[in-house]
C-alpha cells in the first residue's frame, strides 16, 4: 500500500512517479551492484551487525559517546567469542564534522575495530552519513592509517547462506538509504541542515534525534518498502540500518543503531543457525553492560 501523505517537496519534485519506484529502482540497483560473500556457514560461521554509530567531534553534537563504553564492553565480547563484526554505515558522523577530528575523537573504538580486520573478520559498509567512504581515495589516506592492512568499504554484500553442501538463499545487507529522500535525493540538503542548523541547537541544548523517533513516519515508510521488496525477491532476505529502529520481521531485518541516548547498542547476531535481536544494555548503577536477546528464530 503506497502512502497517501507525501511531504509537498517529493510532490513538487516528482508528481507521478511514486516512491515505491524509486526505491525499488535503487535497491535493484544496489543488488546488481553488490560484493558477492563468501559461503556462510550458518552452523558455524557467526557474524555481528552494528550499525549507526555516529561517532562525532566528543562534544555534545555527538551521539555516540553516551553508548561508548557499552559499544566497546560488545567489541571484546564478540572478538574473543570469534565473530566477524560487520559495520553496517554511519559509523561516522561526517555530515557534521570532519573526518579528522571524528576519527581521532574515536580512537578506542577503532583500535577495537582494527583487530577484527586484521583476523580478517571485518567488513565495513558505508552509510549516507559516511558517504565520502565510498571514495577510495578517503580510505586510503584516512582509514588505512589506522586499519593497517588493506580495507576495501562497500556498498552492499550477498551473504551467502549454507549448510553444508545445501544452498540456503542469501541476505542482501546494505545501510539502507539508497533511494529515499532526505537521504539519498536529497542527501545535500539534509547535510547542509544538519551541519549548520541542528549541530548548533544540540551544542547549547544535548539534545539526541536518535532515541526516540521510532514512530516518525518516513522511518515507518522505509519499513513498508523494504518488505514489499523482499515480496519480491523471495530467494533474498534484506538486512539494513538507517532507520534506527533494529527488529526481525518475516524477511527483512534492521540492525538498529549504536547510539540510543540511554547507552543502549542494537545489533542483529548470526549465530549457531539463528538470527537475534539483540541489545547491550547500559547499566549505570552498577557500570556493567549487558548482553539481552530480544528476539531469535531460526536464520531458514
Ligand atoms: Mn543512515
Known amino acids: 500500500m503506497?502512502?497517501?501523505?507525501?511531504?509537498?517537496?517529493?510532490?513538487?519534485?516528482?508528481?507521478?512517479?511514486?516512491?515505491?519506484?524509486?526505491?525499488?529502482?535503487?535497491?535493484?540497483?544496489?543488488?546488481?551492484?553488490?560484493?558477492?560473500?563468501?559461503?556462510?556457514?550458518?552452523?558455524?560461521?557467526?557474524?555481528?551487525?552494528?550499525?549507526?554509530?555516529?561517532?562525532?567531534?566528543?562534544?555534545?553534537?555527538?551521539e555516540f559517546l553516551r553508548s561508548e563504553s557499552t559499544y566497546l564492553t560488545a567489541l571484546k565480547h564478540y572478538l574473543e567469542h570469534g565473530y566477524t563484526l560487520m559495520v553496517l554505515g554511519d559509523a561516522e558522523e561526517l555530515w557534521k564534522t570532519n573526518i579528522p577530528t571524528t576519527l581521532s575523537a574515536h580512537q578506542a573504538s577503532l583500535a577495537l575495530e582494527r583487530e577484527f580486520h586484521l583476523d580478517d573478520r571485518y567488513v565495513?559498509?558505508?552509510?549516507?552519513?559516511?558517504?565520502?567512504?565510498?571514495?577510495?581515495?578517503?580510505?586510503?589516506?584516512?582509514?588505512?592509517?589506522i586499519f593497517?592492512?588493506?580495507?576495501?568499504?562497500?556498498?552492499?554484500l550477498r551473504l551467502k547462506l549454507v549448510d553444508g553442501a545445501h544452498d540456503l538463499g542469501e541476505i542482501l545487507i546494505t545501510h539502507g538509504h539508497q533511494g529515499?529522500?532526505?537521504?539519498?535525493?536529497?542527501?545535500?540538503?539534509?547535510?547542509?541542515?544538519?551541519?549548520?542548523?541542528?549541530?548548533?541547537?544540540?551544542?547549547?541544548?544535548?539534545?539526541?534525534?536518535?532515541?526516540?523517533?521510532?514512530?516518525?513516519?518516513?522511518?515507518?515508510r522505509a519499513e513498508r518498502l523494504a518488505l514489499q521488496w523482499t515480496a519480491q525477491h523471495p530467494q533474498t532476505m534484506l538486512l539494513t540500518a538507517h532507520t534506527h529502529r533494529p527488529m526481525i520481521r518475516d524477511t527483512y531485518l534492521n540492525?538498529?543503531?549504536?547510539?540510543?541516548?540511554?547507552?543502549?547498542?542494537?545489533?542483529?547476531?548470526?549465530?549457531?543457525?539463528?538470527?537475534?535481536?539483540?541489545?547491550?544494555?547500559?547499566?549505570?548503577?552498577s557500570g556493567l553492560q549487558t548482553r539481552h536477546v530480544y528476539f531469535s528464530k531460526n536464520i531458514i
Open 255 to 285: 540492525s538498529g543503531c549504536c547510539c540510543y541516548a540511554d547507552g543502549t547498542i542494537s545489533g542483529i547476531e548470526l549465530a549457531e543457525g539463528e538470527m537475534r535481536q539483540i541489545a547491550w544494555v547500559n547499566n549505570p548503577t
Open 148 to 156: 593497517v592492512k588493506p580495507l576495501n568499504i562497500i556498498e552492499a
Open 2 to 62: 503506497q502512502s497517501t501523505w507525501t511531504p509537498p517537496i517529493s510532490r513538487l519534485v516528482i508528481p507521478s512517479i511514486s516512491r515505491q519506484a524509486f526505491y525499488f529502482a535503487a535497491l535493484n540497483q544496489v543488488y546488481k551492484q553488490a560484493k558477492i560473500s563468501a559461503p556462510f556457514n550458518i552452523n558455524c560461521d557467526k557474524m555481528i551487525i552494528l550499525s549507526d554509530q555516529h561517532r562525532g567531534g566528543r562534544n555534545n553534537a555527538d
Open 180 to 220: 529515499t529522500f532526505d537521504s539519498d535525493y536529497c542527501a545535500a540538503i539534509s547535510r547542509q541542515f544538519v551541519r549548520h542548523i541542528w549541530q548548533r541547537i544540540q551544542h547549547i541544548t544535548k539534545w539526541s534525534a536518535t532515541g526516540n523517533m521510532n514512530l516518525c513516519m518516513p522511518i515507518l
Open 124 to 145: 565495513r559498509f558505508w552509510g549516507n552519513h559516511d558517504w565520502l567512504w565510498q571514495f577510495p581515495a578517503h580510505v586510503q589516506r584516512w582509514l588505512q592509517p
